[in-house]
Structure formats: structure tokens, C-alpha cells
């Protein structure tokens, strides 16, 4: 369910959230490493060393157990035995067991995607986005911005006051989304999203994102269209 090499103190984290949630999790379960080296022997898991990648606050390249899939249809399969449910839950306490390890939020927003909690997603998706920002990785930011507003517009909202903080946000994550289109190259769509910013904002936004908006379009070789937003300036 992970998707990859996992810590083994994540592991050992998703298993006792899982069982302090319902202990029906380990009926069948003597003891989790005991389990772990049958796996290793029977050659359905591989354990080994490697740097920690998963803990986003470490610069210092340390080594740490890991466990995987010894094949990729080994985890198709087992995967595919899990009902919807308890594939939630694993998704869950993979994101908790992370988060409390400092986990790159990429990885966060993932599961937490998964688990179906949208809100924790949209946040961790952000600040992924941002990271990709500061490291010049403008295609990802891109995506990510995108991805950040998708999982906005599957939040429930049950009242005004939350639905206009909804909205205050996604203006935001727009206007930062139409900056990462520039630094992409992408002009085209960077205008016509300024564009569609321009008529939604107060008048003292209105005219700088109409003036942004037709220097793209004109970059782009939209010549009429950017004319026309500029004799709107």
C-alpha cells in the first residue's frame, strides 16, 4: 500500500495504529517480526539499508532499515485483496506514521488522499508545491497547484462561512498556480487564467491582472486577444 520502500519504523507504526483502531488487525498475528522474517525467508518481502529519504527535516544522509515487495505483482496482488475499507485505514495510519516522522508532504498528501481526508491533502499538496517552487521544479509546482485545487473542490462544505474561506483560497492557490504557468513557459495559460482572475477580483486587483494577463496572451502570439485586454488597461 505504500508504493515503495517503507521504514521499518513506519511499519511498526502503521501496525499499532491499526490494531489500537481495531484489534482484529492482528488476531492472526503473533508477532509483527516474527511475520516480517517468514516474509524475508519465503522471499515475499526484502529487507535492507538504505539513506532516509521519508524524513524531509534530514540533511545528514542516514541509514535505516527498510522493507519492500520482493516484486511489483507481489504488491498488485496483495493489494487487490484488501476491501475498500481497511485500504482506507492503511492509507490513514500510513500518513499519521509519517507525519509524526517529519515525511515529505508529496508523500503525506498521497495517502491522505487515499484515506479520503481531502482537507490534511490539499495542505500537504501545497506545501509540496511550494518546495517544488523553491527548488525551480515549475512543472511540478504546476501540477501540484492543480492537484491542490482538485482536491479543494472535493471538500464537503456544510456552511457559508467555510465555503468563503474555500473560495478565498482557491483564488489564491489560482493566482500562485498562473505565476508557476509563467515560470513554466506556459503563456497561453497563464493569460487566460489572469484573465478569468481579472474579472473575478476588486478593482484595485482588476487592471494588474489585466495588464498580466495581455502580456502573456501577446507572448503567446494571442495578438487580438491580448490587444483587447490591453485597451482595457
Known amino acids: ?95 499519521n506514521a509519517l507525519e509524526a516522522l517529519g515525511g515529505k508532504p508529496e508523500a503525506l498528501a498521497e495517502h491522505l488522499e487515499q484515506a479520503g481526508e481531502y482537507a490534511r491533502a490539499a495542505e500537504y499538496t501545497e506545501r509540496a508545491a511550494k518546495q517544488a517552487v523553491e527548488t525551480l521544479a515549475f512543472a511540478r509546482a504546476v501540477e501540484l497547484y492543480r492537484r491542490t485545487l482538485n482536491l479543494l473542490d472535493m471538500l464537503e462544505i456544510d456552511d457559508q462561512l467555510h465555503t468563503i474561506a474555500r473560495d478565498s483560497r482557491r483564488q489564491r492557490l489560482r493566482v500562485a498556480l498562473a505565476e508557476q504557468l509563467i515560470n513554466f513557459g506556459r503563456s497561453s495559460e497563464a493569460g487566460r487564467l489572469l484573465r478569468e482572475l481579472a474579472d473575478e477580483v476588486g478593482q484595485d486587483q482588476k487592471l494588474a491582472f489585466r495588464r498580466q494577463a495581455a502580456e502573456q496572451l501577446l507572448h503567446a502570439g494571442h495578438v487580438s486577444e491580448g490587444m483587447e485586454l490591453a485597451g482595457q488597461v
Not at 517480526?33 to 545528514?60: A, F, P, Y
Open 1 to 95: 500500500v505504500a508504493g515503495g520502500p517503507t521504514p521499518l519504523t513506519v511499519v511498526r507504526e502503521v501496525y499499532e495504529g491499526l490494531i489500537h483502531a481495531d484489534s482484529s488487525w492482528c488476531e492472526d498475528i503473533a508477532d509483527l517480526e516474527d511475520v516480517i522474517e517468514s516474509l524475508c525467508e519465503l522471499g515475499l518481502l526484502s529487507r535492507r539499508e538504505e539513506l532516509d529519504t521519508h524524513d524531509s527535516s534530514s540533511s545528514s544522509g542516514s541509514v535505516i532499515p527498510v522493507l519492500d515487495a520482493a516484486h511489483g505483482r507481489i504488491r498488485e496482488v496483495t493489494v487487490s485483496e484488501l476491501e475498500t475499507e481497511e485500504l482506507r485505514e492503511i492509507h490513514l495510519e500510513l500518513a
